[in-house]
Nanobody, 120 residues
Framework: QLQASGGGLAQAGGSLRLSCAISGRPSRAYAIGWFRQAPGKERDFVSA????????YYADSVKGRTTISIDYAKNTVNLQMNSLKPEDTAVYYC???????????????WGRGTLVTVSS
């Protein structure tokens, strides 16, 4: 089971650090992904990391200002978001799924999301 936290209110240009706490240890064959869903919109891919080799990948909309990382000691996956924009406003979710995939359908064990609100 996964649980996202760390959301809140930030100003445009600011930063937030989201964390995904994982119960149990994911199989080496999986990735942990971050997705977001704005009101009235579909759930979109943000970033993911392969649990075994740490390979990371990002959506173009966040590339260059977002960093995903694994804390193996704490069994968490962190998402550092910088230079926030109002369009980053959404509920952010983490999930476990297929490596190298950015398709929400390839992920499961969705936990409760965390709300990020960016004011202009």
């Amino acid at each position: 089971q996964l649980q996202a936290s760390g959301g809140g209110l930030a100003q445009a240009g600011g930063s937030l650090r989201l964390s995904c706490a994982i119960s149990g240890r994911p199989s080496r064959a999986y990735a942990i992904g971050w997705f977001r869903q704005a009101p009235g919109k579909e759930r979109d891919f943000v970033s993911a990391v392969n649990w075994d080799d740490g390979y990371t990948y990002y959506a173009d909309s966040v590339k260059g200002r977002t960093t995903i990382s694994i804390d193996y000691a704490k069994n968490t996956v962190n998402l550092q978001m910088n230079s926030l924009k109002p369009e980053d406003t959404a509920v952010y979710y983490c999930a476990v799924g297929r490596r190298y995939s950015n398709n929400p359908a390839a992920f499961g064990a969705w936990g409760r999301g965390t709300l990020v609100t960016v004011s202009s």
